[in-house]
């Protein structure tokens, strides 16, 4: 496992690696791992700063999702979540199947590894408000602000 932080317009970014897959996208350094610059960590950053730039709407990177099975279909499922939309937590609990797994499903989301990525920003509270993100409300604010300034301007 390797890793590299950044400096971007929303504050450090960690991007960490294998060999093959991108596994750790966060804004802070909680990763296990020793710091090298590979060039697939290069090629997320890239990607990252055109995200950031609004120039970029969806990732083309292998990433491996470390999880159960639950966080693993949460996760998969969040990615289905178009640039620039939000979807509520019943919603997309809906959509996996189980209705009743709500608070679960905001659990897999906190815990997912590859912020922006796996964009868990893009679900919301059933009533439009902005709940829990592991980056912090602040962020989530961000990038939802961001991806809807790109849809104004398209």
């Excluded at 590979?38 to 990177?61: H, M, N």
């Excluded at 999702?65 to 997309?92: E, H």
């Amino acid at each position: 496992m390797y890793k590299w932080t950044y400096a971007t317009k929303i504050g450090n970014v960690t991007i960490g690696a294998s060999d093959h897959h991108i596994t750790y996208l966060k804004t802070h350094d909680a990763c296990e791992g020793k710091f090298k610059e590979t060039p697939l960590i290069q090629k997320a950053y890239g990607q990252l700063l055109e995200y950031l730039g609004v120039s970029r709407r969806e990732f083309d990177l292998p990433f491996q999702l470390q999880g159960t099975d639950f966080q693993q279909r949460v996760w998969k499922t969040s990615c289905n979540i178009p640039y620039g939309t939000t979807t509520s937590y019943k919603d997309l609990a809906k959509t996996i199947g189980n209705l009743k797994a709500v608070r679960a499903v905001g659990a897999a989301n906190g815990q997912n590894p590859i912020w922006i990525v796996v964009p868990c920003h893009r679900v919301i509270g059933s009533n439009g408000s902005l709940t829990g993100y592991g980056g912090g409300l602040p962020l989530k604010k961000k990038l939802l602000e961001l991806e809807s300034r790109y849809n104004e301007g398209h």
